[in-house]
């Protein structure tokens, strides 16, 4: 079966031999590929509504995965059984992510690996995940249909972050062309806000100053590995 580039990513990214739930599965695509390509992986497809599930059920019996997929109703990660050791969060904010973490952060001590792909906010995402007690073990942005996500791998253990590292990426992010086409647009976004911000108003220009010249930092790091 085919899946998007943003999917791809994120079952490359899952561990060997671990017990997968992933949380808000859509039509359970993930779920599908990673049991059809990958040698002893369990997946759980949960969702909170039950239309997503009702197509997720029948991908799964059209592939006939009924017995080697479980699906699963429920809000966040309760639907999480003792053997799940990895959790998958794709296809939502990441302040919604964060918040189902945390809400359930007492259900986070059998997990080893937290692959996470947030629509939005990646320094708050990776902030707020470090202090729940992961650190970053590989990220990398991915570029699918004209729009930039990011694809993370947390792993158990403590680690101190830069300021630069939460808001572009920490030293395990991958360098590759969509890595530069992201930093470069969003190079160019910043630009134009600052200069918008009349010259006098500076509470609003310098964060974003900061922003700018962390970001240049970051593009400088790229060029050197001449991508």
């Known amino acids: 079966m085919r899946i998007n580039k943003r999917l791809k990513s994120v079952a490359n990214f899952v561990l060997e031999d671990s017990n997968v739930i992933d949380v808000g599965c859509d039509h359970a695509l993930l779920c599908i590929y990673l049991t059809k390509n990958r040698t002893n992986i369990k997946c759980i497809a949960s969702d909170a509504k039950e239309g997503p599930l009702k197509q997720a059920r029948n991908n799964i019996k059209k592939y006939g995965l009924d017995d080697k997929i479980k699906v699963k109703l429920g809000d966040g990660i309760s639907t999480i059984e003792d053997e799940t050791d990895v959790i998958v969060i794709s296809g939502m904010g990441g302040i919604t992510m964060v918040d189902i973490l945390t809400k359930y952060k007492d259900r986070l001590g059998n997990i080893k690996q937290l692959v996470l792909s947030p629509n939005s906010d990646f320094y708050h995402v990776r ?101």
């Open 127 to 227: 902030k707020s995940v470090n202090k729940l007690g992961f650190k970053v073990d590989k990220e990398e942005i991915v570029k699918d249909k004209d729009k930039f996500y990011l694809v993370i791998s947390f792993v158990k253990g403590k680690k101190r972050y830069s300021k630069r590292q939460l808001l572009y990426g920490t030293n395990v992010i991958k360098y590759n062309k969509d890595l530069k086409s992201y930093y470069r647009d969003l190079f160019l976004t910043l630009f134009n806000q600052y200069y918008r911000i009349p010259e006098k108003n500076l509470r609003q220009r310098i964060p974003l100053r900061i922003k700018i010249r962390l970001l240049t930092n970051s593009l400088h790091k790229m060029n050197k590995k001449r991508i």
